[in-house]
T-cell receptor, first 108, second 116 residues
Framework: GQSLEQPSEVTAVEGAIVQINCTYQ??????LSWYQQHDGGAPTFLSY????GLEETGRFSSFLSRSDSYGYLLLQELQMKDSASYFC?????????FGAGTQVVVTP | DSGVTQTPKHLITATGQRVTLRCSPR?????VYWYQQSLDQGLQFLIQ???????AKGNILERFSAQQFPDLHSELNLSSLELGDSALYFC???????????????FGEGSWLTVV
């Protein structure tokens, strides 16, 4: 089978740093992706890690450890507009499967 | 705007009925994916097509079916609808080289289905 675990909710203040962890169990692993979804909106691609290490894209960074079946998304210098759900996803055996999502709430 | 177009945006129908959701992928994309998102739930993978052929199947109910046409648009047919089928249905697409490794798929704005 296949499973992804991520926290259901994280709350932080503007300007803070938030780390969203994702652990996965799957076979035929290709890589770990992250998507952002605002309420009622379409999920949008944030980042993808196929190899171990850190990928940085502006205020957002994503990390992968294949040996630990673990990754995280790091949101820096949080802004109110970052309030959204964040999903990790793994591609395995022809299917892109998503975790249940982490709701990030940014407070003033 | 991702370039993926879904219609209708909203749909209200009664239990037992059948509906068809339509998706036009981004220009040049050969893969189409369908996902279901119930209230406060994650994205459940339903099915994927590549250039007209079914490529991968997820937890899609037997009451649901999909196809991808020669012009690459796709339709998701939902029949014998139940209250629990109320959800946001997303279509996504990717081009060859993307998506196949899970790195980038582009979502439409979704079709809100309410079954009453």
């Amino acid at each position: 089978g296949q499973s992804l675990e991520q926290p259901s909710e994280v709350t932080a203040v503007e300007g803070a740093i938030v780390q969203i962890n994702c652990t996965y169990q799957t076979s035929g692993f290709y890589g770990l992706s992250w998507y952002q979804q605002h309420d009622g909106g379409a999920p949008t691609f944030l980042s993808y890690n196929a190899l171990d290490g850190l990928e940085e894209t502006g205020r957002f960074s994503s990390f992968l450890s294949r040996s630990d079946s673990y990754g995280y998304l790091l949101l820096q210098e949080l802004q109110m507009k970052d309030s959204a759900s964040y999903f990790c996803a793994v591609y395995s055996w022809g299917k892109l499967q998503f975790g249940a999502g982490t709701q990030v709430v940014v407070t003033p | 705007d991702s370039g993926v177009t879904q219609t209708p945006k909203h749909l209200i129908t009664a239990t037992g009925q059948r509906v068809t959701l339509r998706c036009s992928p981004r220009s040049g994309d050969l893969s189409v994916y369908w996902y279901q998102q119930s209230l406060d739930q994650g994205l459940q993978f339903l099915i994927q097509y590549y250039n007209g052929e079914e490529r991968a199947k997820g937890n899609i109910l037997e009451r649901f079916s999909a196809q991808q046409f020669p012009d690459l648009h796709s339709e998701l047919n939902l029949s014998s609808l139940e209250l629990g089928d109320s959800a946001l249905y997303f279509c996504a697409s990717s081009s060859p080289g993307e998506g196949t490794a899970g790195n980038t798929i582009y979502f439409g704005e979704g079709s809100w289905l309410t079954v009453v």
